[in-house]
C-alpha cells in the first residue's frame, strides 16, 4: 500500500509557515524522511523517547536527519547528514515494552544552519529550502518519462496495485510524483539523501528515472532467470514423469532398475567430478550408449570400464602447495645430508611458485586455441649421480617440503611406448598408461611426479618410449597430454617431474633438452660418517627393533665399516653392512632375555650382574650413542664405580649394558675385510701407475701396469677389456714414448721388443681417453725402472706432442681417490676451474697438481733412479735426500 498522504495543500502550506526557526531533531536508521509523505517510525532509544513525548506536548513539528553510519546507538552532530525534512507527528503509540509507534508526514526540506544542543536530544536552528520548480519543457518531458518507467517498473512488481498505478499517472505535481516514487522503490539509502539534497526539480527527476532504470533492467533480468528455471523445472518434471513411465514398463517386461540406478550414479559423477568439456561431452556420449545396451553385450562392460576411469581421475582435486620457503628448507635438511644443489633449486622453485601466486602472474597465462592457460613455466628436474646417493628418496623429501602427493614410476627395461600412452580402446583388455594410472593413484592433478631410471628406456619394434616421453615432459605441450586409452586431454602441467638415472649418455638428446640436469656425486668418508650416525643408524636400529641404549656404534667402528667393507659412491652398502651388525646384535638381546626369563628370579639378577660387569668397558674413554629422534653424536662418558645399592638399582632399570660396537667387534660381525687398498705394493715396482676412472656408478681407481718382452719390435699388447678409445690412447703412449726417447734419457734398443699394457679387473669394460697419462706413465717407469710414488693418482688424455689435455667427470674421479686414501692428484691444468666444485674437506686434505705436458707428468709421477749396487758408500742422510720426492708445483 502507498502511504499516506496530505493533498491538502492549504493545510501543509500552513504548516510550512509555522515551523520554527529550531527544531529538535530526531535522527533516523536507514531510512530517509521525504516531504509530503506520511510513514511510521519505531522509536526505543530513551533519548528520542524524550524527544518525542516533549514535542507531542507542544507544537508537534520535528527535523528528520538520516544517520550516517546505522550501526552508531546514539549518533554526534558530525555523524548525520546536514539536510533533512521538517515533518510533522500525527500519531503517538505507546508499547507495553515502552517503545514508541509515531505516524509522521514530511512538511518541507531543511538544512541545518548550526547545532543549539546536544542534550537531552538534538536540536538545531535550521534554514527552510523549497524545491525550485522551474515549469520548463525539460520537466515536462522528465516528468513523462518518470511516469513511464513506473509504469513499467510495477507491471513488474505483482504486490502493486493496479489503482497505485492509475493514481501515480494522474499526479501533475512533480515534486509529489517524485518523492511518493522514492518512498515506495527499493532505492539505495545514499541515492535516496543524494535525491533529497537536489534542489532543482529537474535534477531529482534526471537521477530519480536513472534509479528506476536501472531497476526496470535488475527486475526484468530477473524475470527471465524465474521463467528459465521454471522452464527447467518443468522439463525435469517432464523428464521425471517420462522415466517413471519407462520405470513401469521395464517393470511389466521383467527388467530391474539396477542399470537405471548405475547410469544415474555416472551422470552425477560425472557433472560432480569436474572434468573439461571435452571429457565431459565424451562421458555423456559413452554414457548414453550404455544406457541403451544391456548388460549381457560385452560393449556394456568396455563403456563401463571407460567411465569408471574418466570420473575417477582428479580432474580439479589437488592439494595446496606449502610455499614457506625456511620450513622446506628444514624438511630437506632433515632428511638428506649435503645435496645441496638440489635444496637450492627446489627452493628456487617454491620462490618463483609464490612470487607468481602473490602477484598474479598466473592469472594472465598465455591461452592455447581451445583457450586452456599454458604457462610455461613447469620444473622437469633431472637428478643424476650414482646409485645409493639418495635420488630416489629425495622426491619424497621434496614432495613432503611442497606439502604434495608422492607417486613414482620405473621407467627401466620399458620397451613399450604404450605403456606411457596407453592402448587404444579398440584392443581387448586396453587400460591408460602409466602416467595416467599413477595420477589416479595420487588422487590429485599437482604430485610430485618421479620418473626413476630415465637412462634405462629401451626401444625396439613396440615402439620408443623416451619418444612418447617428450610430450610428458615439455612444459608447453604436457598441459593437454592425451592418453590414447582416455582420448581427451589431461592437463599434466602442475605435475612436478623429477627424473633419476645414473649417466646421461644413455637418455636420447631431445629428451635430455627437457630435462635440467642436477648432478649429485658420491660421498666423501666424512660425508659417510655423518650419514650413518644421522640418519642410517637410527634407521636400522629402528628396522631391527633395537633401542639406542642397547647398542653404540663408535666412530672408528663406522670408519672400518667405510673403509674395509664398502667401495661406493653413495651409501647403500654402508647400511646393509650397518643391518647386519644390527641383526646379529638383536639376537644377542633376544636370545640374552629369553635366559632371564627361564632362570629364577635370584638367578637372573645375580646373571644380569655378572654380564653387566662382562659388559662394562675397561677404560673410560667417551663413547658415541645415537639417538634415532635427534641423530647426533653424544658423548657419553663410561660410568664412575658404583655402590651396592646403586647397582642393583642398574641392574632392574637396564638389566644389560649397551653393546659397543668398535673395530673388532666389525670385524667379528662382517668378517674379513672386503676391500684394501694397495698402492703402495702395486705400486712399488716400476711399470705400474694409478689412474683414475669414471663409470655411472661412481669413480673408479685403477691401476695400469706395463711389461716388455722379446718378440717383434714394436708390437703392443692390450689387455683388460679396453674399448676403441682406451686403445687408441695406449697407441699414442707407445708413439710418444718412441718418439722421445733422447728426451726421456732412454736408448734406441730400449723398446725394441714387445709391450704388454694390462689394465686389471679384466671383466670390466674400460674406455676412454684420461688413462692417457697414466700409460704414458707406466710405460717411462718401466722403460727407466723408477717406481711410480704410491700416494699419486693421475687422470687426463695425452697428445702425440707431450700435451694433457682437460677430461670430465673430474670430480667423482677425485673422490674416488680420497676414498682410497690417496693423496696427491696430477691434473690437467685446464681442469683447474672443476676444483672448485669439490668438497672443502676434499681439497684441503688432497694435493692437486696441475701439468700441461708429459715431462710435467713424469717429473712429479717417478720417483728418482736409486743409485747402483756397488756405490753402497752413501750416508744415511744421503739415502735420505734420495727418496725424497721433489718439491710439488701446486697451483
Not at 694397495?678 to 712399488?684: G, K, M
Request: proline share 6%; charged share 30%; glycine share 6%.
Amino acid at each position: 500500500m502507498l502511504p499516506w498522504f496530505n493533498t491538502q495543500e492549504q493545510n501543509i502550506d500552513d504548516l510550512i509557515r509555522r515551523i520554527p526557526e529550531e527544531l529538535p531533531i530526531l535522527p533516523l536508521r536507514n531510512t530517509v524522511a521525504f516531504p509530503y509523505i506520511v510513514m511510521p517510525l519505531a522509536v526505543g532509544i530513551p533519548r528520542s523517547v524524550r524527544l518525542i513525548e516533549d514535542v507531542d506536548r507542544s507544537n508537534r513539528v520535528i527535523g528528520l536527519v538520516t544517520m550516517k553510519d546505522p550501526t552508531v546507538e546514539v549518533p554526534a552532530t558530525s555523524q548525520v547528514y546536514q539536510v533533512g525534512t521538517a515533518a510533522i507527528i500525527h500519531r503517538v503509540m505507546r508499547s507495553d515494552d515502552g517503545t514508541l509507534t509515531v505516524f509522521i508526514q514530511g512538511l518541507e526540506r531543511f538544512r541545518v544552519v548550526a547545532w543549539t544542543a546536544e542534550e537531552p536530544y538534538l536540536k538545531a536552528r535550521v534554514r527552510l529550502t523549497p524545491d525550485i520548480v522551474e515549469g520548463s519543457v525539460i520537466e515536462e518531458a522528465l516528468r513523462r518519462s518518470l511516469l513511464d518507467v513506473a509504469a513499467r517498473l510495477a507491471e513488474l512488481i505483482p504486490q502493486f496495485p493496479e489503482e497505485a498505478i492509475r493514481f501515480i499517472q494522474q499526479l501533475e505535481d512533480p515534486r509529489l510524483l517524485v518523492y511518493l516514487l522514492a518512498s515506495n522503490m527499493r532505492i539505495d539509502m545514499a541515492e535516496a539523501q543524494q535525491l533529497l539534497e537536489a534542489d532543482r526539480m529537474a535534477q531529482k527527476m534526471e537521477l530519480l528515472v536513472k534509479v528506476l532504470t536501472h531497476e526496470v533492467e535488475v527486475r526484468e533480468i530477473g524475470q527471465q532467470i524465474q521463467e528459465k528455471a521454471k522452464e527447467e523445472i518443468e522439463k525435469t518434471q517432464r523428464e521425471y514423469y517420462l522415466r517413471q513411465q519407462m520405470d513401469a514398463i521395464r517393470k511389466e517386461l521383467g527388467e530391474g532398475d539396477d542399470g537405471r540406478r548405475e547410469v544415474e550414479e555416472y551422470r552425477q559423477k560425472i557433472a560432480e567430478c569436474g572434468m573439461t568439456e571435452e571429457a565431459k561431452e565424451e562421458a555423456e556420449r559413452e554414457l548414453a550408449r550404455l544406457e541403451k545396451m544391456p548388460p549381457q553385450a560385452a560393449e556394456y562392460w568396455v563403456i563401463k570400464t571407460y567411465l569408471d576411469w574418466l570420473v575417477a581421475l582428479p580432474w580439479k582435486t589437488s592439494t595446496e602447495d606449502h610455499l614457506e620457503i625456511s620450513d622446506a628448507r628444514a624438511v630437506l635438511d632433515e632428511d638428506h645430508y649435503d645435496l645441496e644443489d638440489v635444496k637450492e633449486r627446489i627452493l628456487e622453485f617454491l620462490a618463483v611458485r609464490k612470487l607468481r601466486q602473490e602477484r598474479g602472474f598466473d592469472e594472465t597465462a598465455e591461452s592455447d586455441l581451445q583457450g586452456r592457460k599454458v604457462e610455461g613455466s613447469g620444473a622437469i628436474l633431472s637428478l643424476v649421480g650414482p646409485p645409493g646417493v639418495g635420488k630416489t628418496s629425495l622426491g619424497q623429501s621434496i614432495a613432503r617440503a611442497l606439502g604434495r602427493k608422492f607417486t613414482r614410476m620405473s621407467l627401466g627395461g620399458m620397451h613399450d611406448e604404450a605403456e606411457i600412452r596407453g592402448h587404444r580402446r579398440t584392443y581387448i583388455g586396453a587400460m591408460p598408461g602409466r602416467i595416467m594410472q599413477a595420477i589416479k593413484r595420487a588422487g590429485v592433478k599437482n604430485p610430485v611426479f618421479m620418473l626413476d631410471e630415465v637412462d634405462k628406456i629401451g626401444a625396439d619394434w613396440r615402439g620408443d618410449p623416451s619418444s612418447a616421453l617428450l610430450e610428458v615432459l615439455d612444459p608447453q605441450q604436457n598441459h593437454a597430454f592425451r592418453d590414447h586409452y582416455l582420448d581427451v586431454d589431461f592437463d599434466l602441467s602442475q605435475v612436478l617431474f623429477i627424473c633419476t638415472g645414473n649417466t646421461t649418455a644413455t637418455i636420447p638428446a631431445p629428451l635430455l633438452d627437457r630435462m635440467e640436469i642436477i648432478e649429485i656425486d658420491g660421498y666423501t668418508e666424512y660425508d659417510k660418517l655423518h650419514i650413518a650416525h644421522q640418519y642410517l643408524i637410527p634407521r636400522q636400529l629402528k628396522m631391527n627393533g633395537l633401542l639406542p641404549d642397547e647398542i653404540v656404534f663408535t666412530e672408528p667402528a663406522v670408519r672400518a665399516i667405510i673403509r674395509d667393507f664398502t667401495r661406493e659412491a653413495g651409501v647403500r652398502q654402508l647400511e646393509r653392512e650397518i643391518g647386519k651388525i644390527c641383526r646379529k646384535v638383536a639376537t644377542q638381546v633376544a636370545e640374552a632375555k629369553e635366559e632371564r626369563r627361564m632362570a629364577s628370579p635370584g638367578e637372573a639378577e645375580a646373571g644380569d650382574v655378572e654380564m653387566a660387569a662382562e659388559a662394562a668397558p675397561v677404560e673410560t674413554e667417551a663413547v658415541v650413542a645415537v639417538t634415532p629422534e635427534a641423530g647426533s653424536e653424544v658423548s657419553t662418558p663410561a660410568p664412575p664405580e658404583a655402590s651396592a645399592s646403586e647397582a642393583e638399582t642398574a641392574v632392574v632399570t637396564a638389566p644389560v649394558e649397551p653393546i659397543e660396537i668398535t673395530p673388532e667387534k666389525v670385524r667379528e660381525y662382517l668378517g674379513k675385510p672386503r676391500y684394501r687398498f694397495e698402492a703402495a705394493l702395486r705400486t712399488e715396482r716400476p711399470g705400474v701407475a694409478t689412474g683414475l676412472a669414471w663409470t655411472p656408478t661412481g669413480g673408479e681407481v685403477l691401476f695400469v701396469e706395463a711389461a716388455a718382452m722379446p718378440g717383434q719390435d714394436g708390437n703392443l699388447i692390450l689387455t683388460g677389456h679396453l674399448g676403441d678409445v682406451m686403445r687408441e690412447s695406449a697407441r699414442i703412449a707407445l708413439s710418444y714414448v718412441e718418439s722421445h726417447l733422447k728426451e726421456l734419457g732412454l736408448g734406441d734398443n730400449c723398446c725394441k721388443g714387445q709391450i704388454h699394457l694390462h689394465v686389471p679387473a679384466g671383466a670390466v669394460p674400460k674406455d676412454g681417453p684420461s688413462a692417457g697419462v697414466t700409460m704414458v706413465t707406466a710405460l717411462v717407469s718401466l722403460l727407466t725402472g723408477r717406481p711410480v710414488y704410491p700416494d699419486l693418482g693421475m687422470t687426463g688424455e695425452v697428445t702425440l706432442q707431450g700435451q694433457v689435455l682437460p677430461i670430465g667427470g673430474l670430480k667423482l674421479k677425485v673422490m674416488a681417490a680420497h676414498r682410497a686414501g690417496l693423496k696427491r692428484i696430477l691434473l690437467p691444468k685446464l681442469n683447474d676451474v672443476d676444483l672448485d666444485d669439490l668438497p672443502e674437506k676434499v681439497r684441503n686434505e688432497m694435493e692437486f697438481i696441475l701439468v700441461e705436458d708429459v715431462n710435467e707428468v713424469l717429473q712429479h709421477a717417478l720417483k728418482p733412479k736409486e743409485p747402483e749396487p756397488e756405490a753402497q758408500v752413501t750416508t744415511a742422510a744421503a739415502t735420505t735426500e734420495a727418496e725424497t720426492p721433489p718439491p710439488l708445483e701446486s697451483e
